[in-house]
């Protein structure tokens, strides 16, 4: 059994690191390596400089540099690899999985991802990631692996298990057994206990399980994640239009997809309009924050505007502008809470979700309650701590409970109606609903005072 060595990125170590690497120590750096987690070097990698990491990858183990370039970050795999020649990245890629293989040949363009092609060894390995490759990346066919263990349902135990170990010389996870018939199409699956157990010349077929869970290749990643964790799948099959067995997604996959659609989603709430890090360049950073920041500065313009067209009312009532960030801060804060749980609701959608009416009139009731209990608060505050007139302070509370309302109803529709029309609804939140919700907060703050105050 392998142990996985405990490992911790130190100042002293990573000194150390860099000492051997300048002295071309390779064998300290094997050493140092021997049983840590591939995912832990990757990490130690991130902190070496580029010319290191690369004379690091070169140094090790060719199967170990494969398996640490799989856990690297994209960006950073992305400069590695194209430091490499086509032949040394080819025999990187034929040490992979197919579908790490195929991840890193969409990192280049049609013309580079022929070249590394031509280098390949192994036909095997070339025809299926060269299969992959034919599908969108976002599917299930572009997510799924070549790597996986079949069994003819009209073999008897003893092939099987034969057959399961030649297959399983290519495949590091065996989750199930796949059962096809003779064109190959799925029939169902065969746990590894029941073919252990059973006598050496019982058939599959006899022992198989019909039910079995698997997805279309051109199904949304999203979707297949979402089956997976529904059915709490360590892996599931893929088919293609005539049920023939393609691949296999396992969990770890999943995990990857789950990760960067949350990194999307929450960007996108953010106001950041495109999939960055800390690390990209600052004009790509500037790229995908300056849309909406633009956004925002309109919306400012414009609330600038509104406080402008009531600048005779605030002239009388001065006290009007004290209370401009109250009205402002709740629509945008009543908004984002609405949006968000309409977000994730859409997000793990169900058969049984309730009708929009449904969801409207409880949207409504809430907003009423929370309206209610905020607008009184305020009332009491205005006039006991300010010491304003009663009819100053229901203006400032009848106000910020309309603004609940609204900013309620603008928190739940903006989200289900960009995502009928295929826009990421986690943009509604952030900047959009906020701005929005300013403007509105603004308008309905200065109505209700002009028909209270007769200003």
Known sequence: MEIIKQFELSKEYLESLQMAIEAQDIDFIRESFDGVNFADIAALLEELSFDDSIYVIRAIERQNAA???????????????????????????ELMDSDDGADILNLFAERGRE????????????????????YDEDTAGGIMAKEYIRANKNWNVVQTINEIRRQAENVDK???IYVVNNRQQLMGRVSLKRIVLAAEDTKIEDIYEEEVISVPTFMDQEEVAEIMRKYDLESVPVVNAKNKLVGRITVDDILDVIMEEAEEDIQAMTGISDTVDEYDSVIKLSKARLPW??????????GAGF??????????????????????????????????????????????????SKRFVKVFLVAILNGLILATFVFGVVVLFYRSEVAFAL?????????????????????IVLDKIGINPALA???????????????VYFLVAMSLLNI
């Open 174 to 176: 065996i989750f199930s």
């Open 307 to 356: 406080i402008g067209f009531f600048e005779e009312g605030l002239s009388k009532v001065t006290a009007l502008a004290f209370f401009i960030p109250l009205i402002t801060a709740t629509g945008g804060n009543v908004g984002i809470q609405s949006s968000s749980l309409v977000v994730q609701s859409l997000a793990s959608k169900s058969i049984f979700d309730d009708s929009l």
């Open 67 to 93: 398996d640490i370039l799989i856990e690297l970050e994209d960006d950073t795999l992305s400069k590695i690899i194209r430091e490499m020649e086509a032949t040394e990245i080819s025999g990187f890629i």
């Open 293 to 302: 920041l633009l956004i925002g500065i309109v919306g400012g313009l414009l």
């Open 115 to 134: 070249e590394i092609i031509s280098h390949f060894q192994d036909k095997v390995k070339s025809d299926q990631i060269l299969e992959l490759l034919r």
């Open 429 to 443: 939140s952030g900047p959009f609903i906020t701005t929005a919700n300013d403007l509105l907060g603004l308008a």
């Open 395 to 415: 203006v400032v509370s009848i106000a910020l409970f309309s603004v609940v309302l609204l900013a309620s109803f603008m928190g739940t529709i903006t989200p």
